[in-house]
Structures are given as C-alpha cells and as structure tokens.
C-alpha cells in the first residue's frame, strides 16, 4: 500500500514537472517573438529618425518630397523609406471620390468611417482611419505610403503625388499647387 502511494506521487510529480517545461517553452516562445517585434518597432523608429535628422541638416540640398521609395538597410533589415509632401497623398478625410479612387478607396467606406465620429473629430493614426474604413490589414500597409490625414486640402497636387498615382493624378480636375508645408515620412520592412 506504502509502495503504490509512492509510486503515484512520483507519477504525480513527473506529470506537474513536465506541465511546468513545456509552460516554460511556450513563454520563452512568446517573449522571442515578442522581442523580435519589438527590435523591428525600434529599428523602423531609428530609419525614420535617420531620414528626419538627414532631412533637417542645415546647408543640405532636399530632394523633392515626392513619395519616392528609396530602400535603406538598417541593424541588418531592409526598409522602403518614402518620405511625402502630403498635399501629394490622397487626404482620407477630405478628398472628393475622384482623388479616393486613386488609391482603391471606395467614398461609402469614407462616409461608414465618419459617420462613426463626432464632426470635426478624427483617429489618431492613419492606420486606425484606414481599419475604420474597412481596409484589410495586408491593404493598409500597402496604402499607408499613399494616403495622409494631414493635407490642408482634399485636393491631390499631381507633382508631389508618390510614383503609383501620379499618373492618374495629373489626369484629374482636382489638383492643387501647393506644397512644402509638411512632409511625411513612411517605413515598411521589405525583406
């Protein structure tokens, strides 16, 4: 009797032992990835910071903020850095239909999203905007080089517009000619 009470505990402590490993391999498999997120959040911070420091030294000739990408290498990560005017990038607030379609958004996604709102309110990012509207998460991250919620008009200014809309840009009435005031600056890992 002695014998079997024993026997059972050590099967008892073997089962908890190996519930307690196999616990410790799923924790130390979500701190990994959670730990490579983050290295990837910090070196996406430290690209943009690069691009906004180069940008903002004094006697340095500024290419045109027109959105085109240009692929940086950084902590062993390759990023497509754009950096836009945003009077080039379609405004998700204020641009009409035609400006919208540029960038594959439909108008009653627009009017969904703000009808969710308090008028004069917006999201704090241009990804909550983009989830609002509906827009797939693989979707927004191939529009977030494309749209802005910081444009003084909802017009589009063909010149300063990124590479895939420019073509379609300077074919619309709504255009617009200024720019120069605020810039934008965009990240996303290609490899």
């Known amino acids: ?13 073997a089962a908890l032992a190996g519930t307690l490993r196999a616990r410790a391999g799923a924790t130390q498999a979500a701190l990994a990835r959670l730990a490579e997120g983050h290295r990837v959040a910090l070196a996406e911070v ?13 006697g340095v000739l500024r290419p045109v903020a027109d959105g085109s ?13 754009r950096v836009s005017d945003v009077e080039g ?3 998700l607030y204020q641009a009409p239909g035609s400006v ?5 958004l439909p108008v009653g996604a627009r009017n969904g999203m703000l009808a969710g ?5 917006r999201y704090l990012s241009t990804v909550q905007t983009l989830a609002a509207m509906g827009v797939a998460a693989d979707d927004r991250a191939r529009l977030l080089p494309l749209v802005t919620q910081r444009a003084r008009t909802g017009e589009i200014n063909a ?3 990124p590479p895939e809309l420019r073509a379609g840009a300077a ?15 965009s990240a996303r890992r290609v490899d």
């Open 89 to 91: 990038l379609v405004d």
């Open 159 to 161: 010149d300063l517009a």
């Open 69 to 81: 990408p240009v692929v940086v290498t950084r902590d062993g990560m390759r990023w497509e850095v």
């Open 1 to 13: 009797m002695v014998l079997l009470a024993v026997l059972a505990g050590v099967v008892l402590i």
């Open 171 to 185: 074919l619309l009435p709504e255009t617009d000619i200024a720019g120069g005031d605020l810039a934008q600056i």
């Open 117 to 121: 709102l308090t008028p004069g309110d």
């Open 100 to 104: 919208l379609a540029l960038a594959g």
């Open 46 to 58: 430290s690209v943009i910071n690069r691009v906004r420091a180069e940008w903002a030294a004094p």
